[in-house]
């Protein structure tokens, strides 16, 4: 007893004397110092909880302020989807070349990328100020099959397609310049928080302030909401201080330490949040649907997470090993497109989430349960929520032991076919004892914890998993080709939007449209979340499959990771000796009375 | 050894595992010459490709542009075809009839008539199907032919425009008072169109409300500069009070939901009122009961049905469905009678809040039983009690059991 008390006193000490000693400077084999944890601790989870905030404001039918105020028809969400998808499909292409290559583009490339996008911008603007379906047939079959379309008429049809065209324009626009500007000093990764805090803090401050949803008109309030969203999606504050910190270190065992523990830790201040805000909305006198939640809770929350995001993400550092900027290899759009296809195991996530697309469209399950089928609300709402959530910390501390233990790959089957018998369960207590709410609310309850804790090492393994992707990516083509992958998405668009329609088309025959009070009906909250639920089981089953074939061992990551660094040292080198021959010359030259010839990184990049 | 083991435990997992990678490294240490480091290849993986000539690069690129604009059109098709929608939806009944499953607008149709199917003409419809007018919000008169005598309660759910509903009077399953809808026999009431007190405004004399500006108003939410307390206590019966016929026994599932009412009347024969019955009638202000005897031509004259009224609901009342009369928070006085056999589950939910610290809406809840008799004879569904909000647990409102009605 005495042994054991000592050992685990020990250890502590030994661990408080190995942090004290690498506080400033990482210990040897590792390139993180503790004071670095800490830093990560406050940026990302200030990042992360501010993000989530954000989750409360979208343009989709699961927003309460969409839901309660705004009032659009449910399938008006699709509809403007199709509007938008043809053109999406040509912007998408050029926000990959221009984000693959980290905004740095042979000149003449840029200059006719620039010319496009003003002149989307131009377009898109006069498409939204201007109705040019006066100059159309209005007894005509197009203006009146437009005219059809829930919530769309022809001529706000065109006001999407122009918001659609200017928000692409303008955001390419900021792409080129913002990455250009920022990349080099801050990283691939969390650059776009500094461009786009300030404007998106604005934003989330208009959103609930700005009177739309009091348009009676419902075809003019969805094409002024889609405007009002385009603009505040312009600015983004996506969760890439966890996408810098999961890239903290080369050393992929110092990555799971950093995503199990300070990361980890740092989710703790969106558990917090998650506990408080529903206190707050509760004390609103219409709940989630009063207005001021938008007005107040949501921006004070968010503002204030922003703050202390901006303020530590400075001393988060990424370190991928990568060649200097200006030796990065310049990536042609075939290259891109053959680069990513030749990665095995990028088509193994492809599989996979073809196979997830089977619960698209699916509503948020366990918040209809808690405000629906339970009517929970403030602290009780906050405290299950809280409990779920950090049923998964536990076994998130044990990730590192984990992840040496088990192999990815049955991880990844186990929290499949973990997922598939809890949502199994549910469905069964709903169906067979859903009369009583105690007892059912209790089962699920209890199966949403465990199937919380199996969950966290899987998720830990499948976030490290796509980081390897990455690295292997890099060292098959040279660049990490992030935005490349989408291609994927391309070839499984025609099955992932024929089977992303039925859960919606299923839940418009049960009743669910833009009231969401249906849900109050028992029989069709029961078909609401059931039906999808058993459609989501078979995906489960279904997604453990493509497992199977990763193979993707640690050995080979290591590997892979020596190149990287390797291909590192070696450019870098060669880049200094160059900068020195050019300095040399340059003072020759001036001596000798020439000017001085530049080298931008650009044509560095084009020879 | 003793001393070796205390160090050992004494090393914490980071040192450890700092230890076993320093091991592991020399494995891991790939000695690539500076020309290679584009092209060395890992055993296991494939080869780099950077900067390297892809074969029939042009074939590739060609059958890769084919893949995709199949793949794109055919994504574009099935979204498109999801949205589709046509304006009537049919079904065909067993008996070679049809069921409108549903009707979507196809811009501004105000007034339907709901009789033959609109692509032949021949076929009757006989029936309403769940949802078929969900969430329309330009339908502001539906017409029921003589055909249709089946209408399912969830029908004209979320019709946020509809004022009235009209019945042929040959159908021999349905009828209509003034555009509210019943069952023939008057014994259920159906459907309290969700804007019907537009059509009660426009059809006696309150079509031009104005501001003190002179600005037109659509409706009164109190007395104003322009309208003093007695105007507002007429237009409130005139256009916001409604009195139910005395032979009705059952409120329809979601009869009466969103409705704009400050005063309902209800039978003393009601027998029951089903789930979402009164649903969400935030301004219903009183229940009354109406005791007089009078057929349908009294129900006009509210100076008569008053004098024989009694607040909240009748005796004689049995079931109370789940959700009846949730989020009705105006409503001040709440009294379950002695005939109540059973209450469902959230029936009297959200009828209270807080503000400024002081409970509003229905404070308590008045039960004619003692609380023993009350709970061997009623079967509850769970939280058939409002809640409030404390700000922590929410908390059950009080019940005063063996309470007597109030005058």
């Known amino acids: 007893m005495e042994e054991n008390k000592s050992g685990f006193g020990g250890k502590v000490k030994g661990l408080l004397r190995e942090i004290r000693s690498h506080w400033n400077t990482p210990a040897p084999g590792k390139y993180v110092p503790y004071k670095e944890y800490k830093d990560v601790i406050v940026s990302v989870g200030s990042n992360y909880a501010g993000s989530k905030t954000l989750e409360y404001i979208a343009f989709a039918a699961s927003c309460y302020l969409m839901m309660y105020h705004y009032k659009l028809p449910y399938l008006t969400f699709s509809v403007i989807n199709i509007i938008n998808m043809p053109l999406g499909y040509v912007w998408t292409l050029i926000w990959w070349f221009v984000c693959d290559n980290l905004g740095f583009l042979p000149k003449k490339t840029e200059r006719k990328l620039v010319i496009t996008y003003v002149s989307m911008v131009v377009i898109g603007l006069s498409l939204i100020i201007f109705d040019i379906t006066r100059f159309f047939d209005q007894s005509g079959w197009f203006v009146t099959y437009m005219n059809s379309l829930e919530g769309i008429s022809c001529a706000s049809a065109f006001k999407i397609l122009g918001t659609h065209t200017f928000f692409n324009g303008y955001v390419g626009l900021r792409n080129i310049f913002w990455r250009k500007k920022l990349i080099p000093k801050f990283g691939r990764y969390k650059y776009c928080l500094y461009s786009d805090v300030v404007p998106k803090c604005i934003m989330v401050v208009l959103i609930g302030w700005l009177p739309f949803y009091n348009i009676p008109d419902v075809v003019t309030r969805v094409w002024v909401a889609n405007l009002l969203f385009a603009v505040y999606n312009m600015f983004g504050f996506g969760e890439q201080m966890e996408a810098a910190a999961m890239n903290i270190s080369p050393n992929v065992r110092e990555r799971i330490l950093v995503r199990s523990y300070p990361i980890k830790i740092s989710h703790i201040f969106n558990s917090i949040l998650a506990i408080i805000l529903p206190v707050f909305i509760g004390m609103l006198r219409y709940k989630w649907a009063d207005i001021n939640m938008f007005r107040y809770v949501i921006p004070i929350t968010f503002i204030t997470f922003a703050t202390l995001t901006i303020v530590f993400a400075g001393r988060v550092k990424e370190r991928i090993p990568q060649p200097p900027l200006e030796k990065k290899v310049q990536i042609n759009f075939w290259d891109g497109m053959f680069g990513v296809m030749g990665n095995k195991y990028k088509w193994i996530n492809t599989v996979y989430q073809l196979l997830d697309s089977l619960g698209n469209g699916m509503l948020g399950i366990t918040t209809i349960l808690y405000l629906y089928t339970f009517r929970l609300s403030g602290l009780a709402y906050s405290l299950i929520v809280a409990l779920i959530s950090f049923a998964g910390t536990p076994p998130d501390l044990f990730a590192p032991y984990f992840l040496k233990r088990f192999k990815y790959k049955h991880l990844m089957i186990f929290f499949q076919l973990s997922r598939a018998i809890g949502n199994g369960i549910i469905v069964l207590a709903i169906l067979f004892c859903g009369e009583n709410l105690t007892l059912c609310g209790t089962l699920c309850v209890v199966v949403l914890f465990l199937m919380e804790v199996c969950k966290t090492v899987p998720v830990t393994a499948q976030h490290d998993m796509d980081v390897r992707i990455n690295d292997y990516q890099m060292y098959l083509s040279g660049e990490r080709l992030e935005n490349f992958s989408g291609v994927f998405g391309w070839f499984t668009g025609p099955i992932t939007s024929f089977v992303g329609l039925i859960i919606p088309l299923l839940l418009l025959k049960y009743g669910f449209n833009s009231n969401w009070d249906i849900l109050f009906v028992d029989a069709s909250r029961i078909k609401i979340i059931v039906i999808p639920m058993i459609i989501d089981i078979v995906g489960y089953v279904l997604m453990a499959i493509p497992f199977f074939f990763w193979d993707y061992t640690d050995d080979k990551q290591f590997k892979v990771i020596e190149v990287l660094r390797r291909r590192e040292e070696v450019t870098r080198k060669q880049l200094e000796e160059e900068q020195n021959s050019a300095a040399a010359q340059e003072t020759q030259e001036t001596e000798e009375g020439a000017a001085p010839v530049p080298v931008s990184c650009t044509q560095e990049v084009t020879e | ?407």
């Not at chain 2, 914490?12 to 076993?20: I, S, T």
């Not at chain 2, 010459?33 to 892809?54: M, V």
């Not at chain 2, 004879?377 to 409002?386: S, V």
Request: glycine content about 6%; charged content about 25%; some cysteine.
């Open chain 2, 1 to 407: 050894m003793k001393k070796e083991k205390a160090k050992k435990n004494s090393e914490d997992f980071l040192a450890k595992e700092a230890k076993e990678e320093a091991a592991q490294a020399p494995a891991y240490t790939l000695d690539i010459p500076e020309d290679e480091i584009w092209t060395y290849q890992i055993e296991g993986l494939h080869a780099p490709r950077i900067g390297k000539p892809i074969k029939n690069m042009r074939q590739k690129k060609i059958l890769v542009v084919v893949i995709l604009l199949i793949a794109i059109g055919l994504a574009i098709f099935f979204s498109i075809r999801a949205v589709h929608t046509v304006p009537f939806k049919y079904a065909v009944l067993e008996d070679g009839s049809s069921e409108l499953v549903r009707f979507s607008n196809p811009g501004d149709v105000t007034t339907l008539t709901i009789d033959r199917t609109e692509d032949d003409a021949k076929t009757p419809v006989t029936a309403l199907h769940e949802f078929a007018f969900n969430c329309d919000e330009k339908l502001t008169e539906i017409r029921l032919g003589k055909n249709v005598v089946s209408v399912e309660p969830t029908s004209f759910y979320s019709c946020w425009a509809l004022q009235t509903i009209r019945v042929d009077p040959d159908n021999p399953a349905y009828c209509d008072l003034d555009g509210v809808l019943y069952t023939k026999d008057l014994t259920r009431v159906v459907c309290y169109p969700i804007d019907h007190d537009k059509y009660l405004r426009n059809s006696r004399g309150y079509g031009d409300l104005k501001d003190a500006a002179g600005k037109p108003v659509e409706e009164l939410w109190g007395p104003t500069e322009v309208y003093d307390e007695a105007f507002y206590e007429k237009y409130n019966a005139d256009t916001r009070t409604y009195v139910l016929p005395p032979s009705v026994t059952v409120i329809g599932e979601m009869a009466f939901n969103y409705a704009n009412l400050t005063d309902l009347y209800l039978p003393e024969g009601l027998r029951e009122i089903e789930t979402l019955g009164l649903f969400k009638c935030t301004s219903l202000e009183h229940i009354f009961t109406c005791t007089h005897p009078a057929g349908l031509e009294a129900l006009a004259d509210l100076s008569v049905i008053q004098k024989d009224a009694y607040p909240s609901l009748p005796e004689g009342l049995e079931i109370i469905g789940s959700d009846a009369l949730t989020g009705n928070q105006a409503l001040t006085y709440l009294f379950v009678p002695a005939s109540v056999t059973k209450i469902g589950h959230h029936a009297f939910w959200d009828t209270c809040y807080k503000e400024d610290g002081e409970i509003k809406g229905v404070s308590e809840i008045c039960i004619a039983l003692e609380e023993e008799a009350f709970r061997a004879q009623t079967t509850l569904g769970d939280h058939w009690r409002p809640q409030i909000s404390t700000g922590l647990f929410p908390k059950n409102i009080a019940v005063r059991y063996g309470a007597e009605r109030e005058g």
